[in-house]
């Protein structure tokens, strides 16, 4: 199990809405192979979105690509203490995850859990448990679009991190596609989620 926070399973199978965000370009700074804690930098507002979206009863699960792990740039404990360095930085906010879960694999690994696919939804105890409630993907690649939509979540593509480079890829892919949108930056992510209405706005 790749999992750095676990999610209760008590809140995996609440109706509860669900924000799942990316970590690297969303959350903070988009460093290749971050695995040293003090090259770890918040987004402006980001902790903040995620201290609001707790606030308003939204469960929030971070889904991350680490390949620099099974490429060997870095280490399980490295990532560990990346990861313990980006927790106490939104404590500070008021902010944390209720669940957090990465793919350490390369792409020829071929591993279930590296995005778009969707294991780390299965890691998290989420699989099948998505139909009844509001659920969110917010990241900063097409390949989160993918998994989002994979799992019939309403999508943010955001434009931090790799995000303003994807925009006209995920704008050509998504074409028509209510339930994908583009917004600045996770901030701005969250404010629509909020904002979605309690019924029939999401899928
Ligand atoms: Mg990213
Ligand atoms: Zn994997």
């Known amino acids: 199990m790749s999992v750095w926070i676990p999610l209760d399973e008590n809140l995996a199978a609440s109706a509860r809405p669900l924000l799942l965000v990316d970590r690297d370009g969303v959350v903070i700074e988009d460093r290749d192979y971050l695995g040293d804690p003090s090259g770890v930098v918040l987004l402006p507002g980001a902790a903040e979105a995620l201290a609001l979206a707790r606030a308003g009863g939204w469960l929030v699960v971070g889904v991350s690509n680490q390949s620099g792990i099974g490429r060997r740039r870095f280490g399980e404990a490295d990532f560990a203490a990346v990861m313990s360095r980006l927790d106490a930085l939104l404590a500070r906010a008021g902010a944390r ?84 949108s583009i917004r600045a930056d996770l901030a701005a992510a969250v404010d629509l989620a909020l904002a979605d209405p309690p019924e029939g706005g999401g899928s």
């Open 97 to 180: 995850f209720d669940g957090f879960y990465y793919c350490p694999h390369v792409p020829a690994d071929r591993c279930a859990c590296r995005k778009p696919l969707t294991g780390l939804i299965d890691q998290a105890g989420l699989s099948g448990r998505l139909g009844g409630r509001k659920v969110w993907m917010v990241g900063d690649k097409a390949d989160d679009i993918a998994l989002g939509r994979s799992l019939g979540a309403r999508c943010v593509l955001v434009r931090t991190g790799h995000g303003a480079r994807e925009e006209a890829s995920v704008r050509e892919r998504w074409a028509g596609d209510p339930d994908v």
